[in-house]
């Protein structure tokens, strides 16, 4: 009788191990295969010309094998995306989860959650058709198709996770500590700044970094709103060609196994070093601020 | 002796193989048509049409560029090569050389005609100032008799086929500012210069539309009769090729789609201009 439960503990233990080997050993096959059709293009080039290369002629002849404008036009969407992401994302989370009764709370999250479930080519359209020719006679640019317009399009997208995460992890800082701070005498503002901020700080900055993530990864906005122009931006109103709408646009037309095909695959291992970078930097804060109930603080 | 019973099961696995596959040819007929990806969506077109008429043979339609295309050929891995070229002349030796004899079919026209915003006086340019506009010289276009106002270069992806007309008949070879703004279709080449009015594109005949203005180019308007004419620059005649003068089935598909009732008719569909 034992045993047989023992059999069964055993199989239903094999089984979710299985499962989540699966998820596992599937993220390791694209990983090496990335590297495989990724690497060959370093016979070509010097790993330092290709990320440094200022000049993107892939199919020229002789050809240019530069992303280093690929990767600035990413950074700078993704950092410009971050400065106006984070301030809305967090205040909205901190206004949500403290400050609004909890009626308005109850219509307002499921609607700017609503928001993450856009699809990124409506909100690549949105920018192209209407934001564009906005910024265009607003700011009395060349194009409307830029830097700028594509991280307002991502911040616009990344502004529902980051509020989302972070909402929670406010929401979920123990009741005792503001009970505590409020009881001391600190105003309500002090309470928020001083005890609940730096108590989910943890759980913000996961939000903060996811949101990021997807921001850098997205490839439909910016391939439809960053302009396209492969060159080192000099203002935040030049066209811009960021590493994933670079790999979206060439590799349908890429010859199988060229040279090019091969770079764009070295564009994506950039790519996946970028996000990788942001996951490994958001867990170790997570684990570093962890909250454990109050006696931490 | 075990080995080599081992041997003979993979010989007689092969060999049954090779027949299924014979016999599958000869009962339902494949056509290879493999090369530029800039003929390629008239040979789509024109196959999905023409094996509605003739649904026991597949046709498989592969784009590799007209160089693996014309190799195909030569290496007799396919039947019918697409280019955007003609055949070089050390593609021709190499095809002696293998006993290969390519044959040209011209299948239609690509034309490349720049537009601007509706909005824009600009009405025609040469070749020259197309040039310099691309390669980052002339900025505004005060310079080439338009308004005050900054030019925004709108061009393809390198990779793609109109790119590769562009590059030929205006920059010479000579490449195009990293400034230009590369949009991944002509689609989307419309869609920008039709919000754009500094903007300057250029698209396939087949995507001019009222929110585009077209320019003339050297004086002469790009239409059908100066593509096939000659007289307009930016175009050129797309081919096919065969090893040897075609028979059977790929002689058939050569037909349907020289037929101006039929396969040209798909070609005017694909964005192309037809040859009649």
């Not at chain 1, 080997?21 to 070509?44: A, D, H």
């Not at chain 2, 019918?80 to 079919?105: C, H, L, N, Q, T």
């Not at chain 2, 691309?134 to 793609?160: E, L």
């Not at chain 2, 210069?193 to 585009?212: F, M």
Request: hydrophobic share 45%; aromatic share 10%.
């Amino acid at each position: 009788m034992l045993s047989a439960r023992n059999t069964r503990e055993k199989t239903i233990r094999g089984l979710f191990f299985l499962i989540a080997f699966m998820s596992i050993f599937t993220l390791v096959l694209i990983f090496l295969f990335l590297v495989k059709e990724g690497v060959p293009i370093f016979e070509e080039v010097s790993i330092r010309d290709f990320v440094l290369g200022r000049y993107w002629y892939p199919t020229s002849e002789p050809p240019d094998f530069g992303i280093f404008p690929l990767i600035l036009a990413s950074l700078g969407v993704t950092v410009l995306a971050a400065a106006i992401a984070i301030p809305l994302g967090v205040m909205t989370a901190i206004y949500l989860a403290e400050i609004a009764s909890r009626r308005f709370r109850e219509i307002a999250k499921p609607a700017v959650e609503l928001l993450a479930s856009l699809p990124s080519v409506v909100i690549g359209f949105f920018g192209m058709v209407v934001v564009a020719p906005f910024l265009q006679e607003t700011f009395n640019l060349a194009t409307g198709l830029n830097l700028f317009n594509a991280a307002l399009m991502l911040a616009f997208m990344s502004v529902p996770t980051i509020c989302s995460i972070s909402e929670d992890a406010i929401y979920s800082v123990p009741k005792e500590l503001k009970e505590a701070s409020l009881a001391l005498g600190a105003t309500r503002l002090e309470t928020i700044l001083r005890v609940i901020l730096p108590a989910s700080l943890s759980g913000i900055s996961t939000a903060v970094i996811l949101g990021m993530s997807r921001a850098i990864g997205e490839t439909m906005v910016v391939l439809m709103v960053a302009g396209g122009a492969a060159m080192v931006p000099t203002s935040i109103f030049d066209p811009v060609r960021p590493l994933p709408a670079s790999i979206a646009a060439e590799m349908a037309e890429a010859p199988f196994r060229g040279d090019h095909y091969h770079a764009l695959f070295a564009t994506g291992m950039v790519l996946f070093l970028f996000t990788f970078c942001f996951n490994l930097v958001a867990d170790q804060v997570a684990h570093r601020y962890k909250q454990t109930g109050a006696a931490t603080l | 002796m075990k080995k080599n019973l081992h041997r003979r099961g993979l010989f007689s696995l092969a060999a049954a193989f090779l027949l299924t596959v014979s016999s599958a040819a000869t009962a339902a007929g494949n056509l290879g048509v493999n090369g530029s990806t800039t003929v390629l969506p008239i040979a789509q077109k024109v196959a999905e049409a023409y094996m509605k008429e003739m649904p026991e043979l597949a046709i498989s339609i592969s784009g590799g560029g007209s160089g693996n295309g014309i190799k195909a050929i030569i290496d007799g891995t396919t039947d019918i090569a697409m280019s955007s070229r003609f055949i070089k002349d050390i593609e021709v030796k190499m095809a002696i050389e293998k006993g290969a004899y390519p044959v040209p079919f011209r299948v239609a026209y690509d034309c490349i005609i720049p537009v601007v915003h509706p909005g824009n006086s600009v009405k025609d340019l040469t070749l020259e100032q197309l040039k310099g506009i691309y390669q980052g010289a002339v900025r505004n276009w005060k310079d080439i008799g338009g308004p005050d106002r900054p030019i925004v270069v709108i061009s393809r992806d390198t990779s793609s086929g109109t790119y590769e007309v562009w590059e030929e008949k205006v920059m010479k070879k000579e490449k195009v500012y990293p400034g230009a703004l590369l949009q991944a279709s002509s689609g989307a080449v419309a869609q920008a210069v039709s919000k754009n009015p500094n903007a300057v594109g250029y698209v396939g005949i087949g995507y001019l539309n009222r929110e585009l203005k077209p320019v003339k180019v050297n004086g002469i308007e790009g239409t059908k009769t100066t593509t096939l004419d000659g007289s307009f620059p930016i175009s050129r005649p797309l081919f096919m090729f065969t090893r040897g003068w075609p028979e059977g089935n790929t002689v058939k598909f050569i037909n349907y789609l020289l037929d101006p009732q039929k396969g040209q008719k798909y070609v005017e569909e694909a964005g192309y201009v037809p040859l009649y």
